[in-house]
């Protein structure tokens, strides 16, 4: 069973991940961990906390002389922004005389409001700490753990902008994509006009005291066929995918491949057609990429195609109207500062979030207390498509 817990909250002392599962002798450095955390740290409409955190998980367990040892991967990462709410977010009692930053006004479109009902939670600071997308920085280091695993067996995780608002870049196929363009690129994209379109837009909800979303892509590209079932609802692996992209904060929509865009278009025109192929692995491949890599619940060896709309966030620099929790009286929201655009970090979570379920899914059908014997139960298994495409009795 592959999975990961987090704590902590956005401003306490730090952030706790506990990986499990991870096979032994998968080579894992902090120093690896750390260029992911840095991804996600990068991009343009980025808040003023990004300018206080330098973050960095230090690796507690698991690991030793820079490989995995089959057992759990504890890191933690600290909360440097902690020293200015010391008293306010420490962990023992604290006296009156201390400012606990109480917040009870709602923001609408947060957690805090149902959070606050559903917690007993008369200071909303108790729901929105934790609500916070600082939690999403403990899910890029156990993505990273998880996509070095992924690495070892080949497979690749990219990501990419695809709209900001209602500008939207090119459709460019991923296989033409330049992947390290898009990484040079503070938002995230391939393409010049598209970039200087997707800033003019982040300006503009700036100077309009506002936020704005968008959608992004992640590919997984070497991805084995067969990851997920079509046996069971929950062992889909385009279920497993939407409820990981889902969870994502301010996430709203999720599609699969060209999901939406095909629905417009008659059936003859979306399906992708399956023909002979001896160089392909598989013996056979797709004329297309209708499917995004998935059919069945199934992944079919194409590239896994993810698109993801994430909202504009809640907070903003002109508050909406709203209410104190506690005595019902009509006030301002708060202003917690904040990003005026998630979309590109939010690429950088999502791969996070594609790396543990495929993670997931590979250690599901091939097994392994060793990485070397995950590979060559993979490698295995990859033979015996030999067997298809050709006359009985002729296989190679």
């Known amino acids: 069973m592959f999975r990961f817990l987090t704590s ?66 504890g890191m933690t990462i600290e909360n440097k922004d902690f020293a ?8 023992g009692p604290v006296g009156p005389d201390v400012d606990h930053k109480e917040n009870t006004r709602v923001v609408p479109g947060h957690a805090d409001f149902p959070g606050a009902l559903k917690y007993m939670a008369h200071d909303m600071r108790n729901v929105l700490e934790r609500a916070s997308a600082r939690e999403t920085a403990a899910r890029v280091a156990a993505g990273a753990v998880a996509r070095a695993f992924l690495e070892e067996l ?13 500008v939207t870049a090119p459709d460019t196929p991923t296989s033409e994509i ?17 970039a200087e379109a997707f800033r003019a837009a982040i300006d503009a909800s700036k100077a309009d005291r506002t936020t704005i979303g ?24 385009d279920g497993l995918l939407a409820q990981a992209m889902m969870s994502i904060n301010a996430v709203k929509g999720v599609e699969i491949g060209r999901g939406f865009a095909n629905t417009e278009r008659p059936g003859r ?3 992708d057609v399956v023909v002979p192929a001896p160089d392909d692995p598989r013996r056979f491949r797709q004329t297309s990429n209708e499917a995004g890599g998935i059919e069945g619940g199934m992944s079919n060896g194409n590239p896994i195609i993810v698109h993801v709309a994430i909202k504009p966030i809640a907070t903003m620099t002109e508050p909406l109207p709203s209410v104190d929790i506690n005595t019902g009286e009509v006030i301002e929201a708060p202003y917690h500062r ?8 939010a690429c950088v979570v999502g791969e996070a979030m594609m790396a543990q379920v495929l993670a997931l899914t590979v250690l599901e059908k091939f097994g392994g207390d060793h990485i070397s014997e995950t590979r060559r139960n993979l490698d295995g298994y990859v033979e015996s498509h030999q067997e298809f495409g050709q006359p009985s009795g002729q296989a190679d």
């Open 338 to 345: 904040s990003d005026i655009c998630q979309v590109p970090p």
């Open 154 to 166: 080949g497979i690749q995780i990219r990501s990419r902008v695809i709209s900001v608002g209602s």
């Open 178 to 194: 330049d992947w390290d363009v898009v990484e040079e690129c503070d938002v995230r994209t391939d393409d010049p006009e598209a």
């Open 84 to 91: 200015n709410w010391q008293g306010a977010m420490d962990v």
């Open 8 to 73: 902590g909250e956005s401003h306490g002392p730090g952030l706790t991940i506990v990986v499990e599962g991870v096979p032994a002798g998968v080579p894992l450095t902090e120093s690896y961990i750390a260029e992911q955390l840095a991804r996600r740290q990068r991009g343009y409409g980025r808040g003023g906390r990004m300018k206080i955190e330098t973050d960095f998980a230090a690796i507690r367990g698991g690991v030793r002389h820079g490989e995995t040892l089959g057992s759990p991967v």
């Open 269 to 271: 025109e979306i399906q």
């Open 214 to 237: 968008g959608v992004f892509q992640v590919v997984a590209e070497g991805v084995p066929v067969g990851l997920g079932s079509h046996i069971q609802w929950d062992r889909k692996l």
